[in-house]
């Protein structure tokens, strides 16, 4: 699978917004990290290759990759019911010397 079709899209929310400008100095029982940030993947793509996609497109070091299958919402259209796609969700933390300027 292609780096590009690995990821599909950055998610631009509120909450994501405060995540990405969240930078944590490092304690005695934790490291540094710098803000996550959060994409929509293919489904079946698996945490190394997200981290190998991440560091590629926006030139930055990741250090750790979290993900969440996401189940789509059941939809009324007229008189029948359906269901959106599901998706899969990462979350990517990086090294507090790297920034992806996305807003």
Do not use: C
């Amino acid at each position: 699978m292609d780096i590009y079709h690995i990821i599909k899209r950055p998610l631009v929310t509120e909450k994501g917004t405060h995540q990405s400008t969240s930078h944590f100095d490092a304690s005695k029982s934790n490291k540094a990290r710098g803000g996550s940030f959060a994409f929509e993947v293919h489904r079946q793509a698996s945490k190394p290759a997200i981290r190998q996609a991440i560091e590629k497109i926006y030139n930055v070091k990741v250090l750790s990759v979290r993900t969440a299958n996401r189940s789509g919402k059941l939809r009324r259209h007229k008189h029948k019911m359906g269901k959106t796609a599901d998706w899969k969700k990462a979350i990517v933390t990086l090294d507090p010397s790297s920034h992806i300027d996305l807003f």
